[in-house]
């Protein structure tokens, strides 16, 4: 199924996102904990992609599997990041016989030692908009991207990452999917703001339930995500004590999905870190306001 068409639909949208192995061997593992968090029957689930095309064939693999054996649509990740036209059309020609037909359009993060002068090999895209557009007219495919409440770290300001913003829409974007928040009166700002430009197509927040106090920091200070007051004193209070943490971040996390359903939000995708468990507890503790 489309998720487009799942999003046109009567019922809230709840989905996870996992993250595919690094190395072969380690991919049934993974796979394990796939199924386990496709088997509670998300909306849809959503599969990264490693940095520089590094886990094309898991990503496309575990994609696959969580269609075929728990009936749940893949939203698979694709980067710009190391990848030509050529390329493109071969993992999309994959895809298509995988059965595969959702597709996260991203420019991806510079592979490992890669540094900021990096440029894109002959035919290939700087930017997700350029990869929209060349995925757009190979055809068949519903279009994902990403968008960022707070404006993407390493854009100047956030009204040009706004109109870089439209720039994915008007190129063929069928949805966007946020980065991380954890205050939602900034998703609440930047959904007029983007409306104000004519961006119409659905935006899917992203949540991200916080199990681990260091961790967290470190990504927000990578990413430039602000954490309010509240948030901060969860961290200060259980930021040290694994299963204290994990508990508090679930309720937080669920406190902020139930703000967006009753501020007439109908999808939100969960970051559940390849965690069943929380992905469970998640579901358990909305399933009555879903």
Not at 17 to 25: L, M, Q, R, S
């Amino acid at each position: 199924m489309r998720i487009s068409e799942l999003l046109a639909g009567e019922r809230v949208s709840l989905s996870f996102e996992v993250f595919p192995p690094k190395k072969a061997e380690s991919f049934d593992a993974i796979l394990h904990t796939a199924l386990e968090i496709a088997a509670l029957q998300p909306s849809f689930m959503s599969i990264t992609y490693g940095a520089g095309g590094s886990t094309d064939q898991f990503t496309r693999a575990l994609a696959q599997n969580i269609q075929q054996r728990c009936g749940v649509p893949a939203l698979a990740h694709l980067t710009c990041y190391g990848t030509g036209r050529e390329q493109l059309h071969s993992q999309l020609a994959a895809m298509r016989e995988a059965g595969i037909e959702n597709i996260l359009a991203l420019r991806g993060d510079l592979p490992e030692g890669v540094g900021a002068g990096y440029a894109p090999p002959p035919g290939g895209f700087q930017y997700a908009a350029e990869m929209v557009r060349e995925i757009k007219g190979f055809g068949g495919f519903c279009i994902g991207a990403a968008c960022y409440p707070e404006g993407h770290v390493e854009c100047p300001s956030p009204s040009l990452d706004r109109q870089r913003l439209k720039a994915k829409v008007d190129q063929g974007v069928d949805f966007l999917t946020t980065q991380m928040f954890f205050d939602n009166d900034l998703l609440y700002k930047f959904l007029y703001q983007i409306r104000e430009l004519g961006v119409s197509v659905p935006i899917i927040p992203g949540i991200m339930p916080v199990t681990k106090g260091a961790q967290i920091v470190r990504i927000c200070k990578l990413s430039g995500t602000y954490l309010p007051a509240r948030f901060r004193a969860i961290l200060d209070k259980y930021g040290n004590t694994p299963a204290a943490m994990q508990q508090a971040g679930i309720v937080y996390a669920c406190e902020q999905i139930v703000d967006l359903l009753a501020g007439g939000i109908r999808a939100v995708h969960v970051y559940s870190m390849n965690k069943p468990a929380v992905a469970a507890a998640i579901l358990a503790n909305l399933r009555d306001v879903l």
